[in-house]
């Protein structure tokens, strides 16, 4: 019954359509699963359908952002500061982006991935998609925080939450380490401004990670506040 009467009382709350953002953002970044599969097997007209389908929702994903802000009120009676909601939505919309820019660079240039380190490239590229998955767990928690007043039960379960996407995120960073160690080991047979897009590339997805696990903490803060 509380529940019920507080969600009644936001009446035009804004955390519905901020977690539908965080959704078309994760559909986004998934896409990079099927663009790395077409990029190792150089099938650039399969990469391309991707990133194209990547570009929309990304597109989307501005649109929901922008029709969030400028319907988000000067001030809500929630227990949610709106700085706090702001802050969070473009913590959303980085993932997005980085996603994208990922895709782009490596379409841009067609570049090759050397088949020594294509499935372990392909495993780093899931396990950072992992992370912005538990990150849109965490976020999808958000309106059953609000509805229980911050109850003790719905805090435990977001911290468990938070836990299991600090895991998933030190999961893609030993990935990280470990393809980097690979690629090492052969690049002084690669074209070396091939080697340097693929540690920038490695590095760039460690980044969407690190921007998924920023966006999933930012609701810790929200409870602190």
């Given at each position: 019954m509380a529940s019920s009467t507080i969600i009644s009382l936001f009446g035009q709350s804004p955390i519905k359509p901020l977690q539908n953002h965080m959704h078309t953002v994760f559909e986004c970044t998934e896409q990079l699963n099927h663009f790395f599969v077409a990029v190792c097997a150089e099938d650039?007209?399969?990469?391309e359908a991707v990133y194209n389908k990547m570009a929309e929702l990304e597109s989307a994903a501005d649109d929901q952002k922008q029709d969030i802000r400028?319907?988000?009120?000067?001030?809500?009676?929630?227990?949610?500061?709106?700085?706090?909601?702001?802050?969070?939505?473009s913590k959303q919309d980085k993932i997005c982006n980085k996603a994208k820019d990922i895709a782009g660079v490596i379409l841009g240039r067609e570049q090759i991935v050397p088949k020594k380190i294509a499935s372990d490239l392909k495993a780093y590229i899931k396990s950072a998609v992992a992370v912005v998955l538990e990150a849109r767990v965490v976020i999808d928690e958000l309106d059953e925080l609000i509805g229980s007043g911050f109850g003790g039960r719905e805090i435990d379960l977001i911290?468990?939450?938070?836990?299991?996407?600090?895991?998933?995120?030190?999961?893609?960073?030993?990935?990280?380490?470990?393809?980097?160690?690979?690629?090492?080991?052969?690049?002084?047979?690669?074209?070396?401004?091939?080697?340097?897009?693929?540690?920038?590339?490695?590095?760039?997805?460690?980044?969407?990670?690190?921007?998924?696990?920023?966006?999933?903490?930012?609701?810790?803060?929200?409870?602190?506040r």
């Amino acid at each position: 019954m509380a529940s019920s009467t507080i969600i009644s009382l936001f009446g035009q709350s804004p955390i519905k359509p901020l977690q539908n953002h965080m959704h078309t953002v994760f559909e986004c970044t998934e896409q990079l699963n099927h663009f790395f599969v077409a990029v190792c097997a150089e099938d650039w007209p399969a990469a391309e359908a991707v990133y194209n389908k990547m570009a929309e929702l990304e597109s989307a994903a501005d649109d929901q952002k922008q029709d969030i802000r400028l319907h988000l009120p000067k001030s809500l009676f929630m227990p949610i500061n709106r700085s706090d909601l702001i802050h969070l939505l473009s913590k959303q919309d980085k993932i997005c982006n980085k996603a994208k820019d990922i895709a782009g660079v490596i379409l841009g240039r067609e570049q090759i991935v050397p088949k020594k380190i294509a499935s372990d490239l392909k495993a780093y590229i899931k396990s950072a998609v992992a992370v912005v998955l538990e990150a849109r767990v965490v976020i999808d928690e958000l309106d059953e925080l609000i509805g229980s007043g911050f109850g003790g039960r719905e805090i435990d379960l977001i911290n468990k939450c938070i836990i299991n996407l600090d895991k998933a995120e030190n999961k893609n960073d030993k990935r990280q380490v470990a393809l980097r160690s690979k690629l090492h080991a052969i690049e002084a047979d690669l074209p070396p401004v091939d080697v340097m897009f693929l540690y920038k590339t490695i590095e760039a997805i460690g980044h969407l990670a690190d921007r998924a696990k920023s966006a999933g903490e930012q609701i810790q803060i929200i409870i602190a506040r």
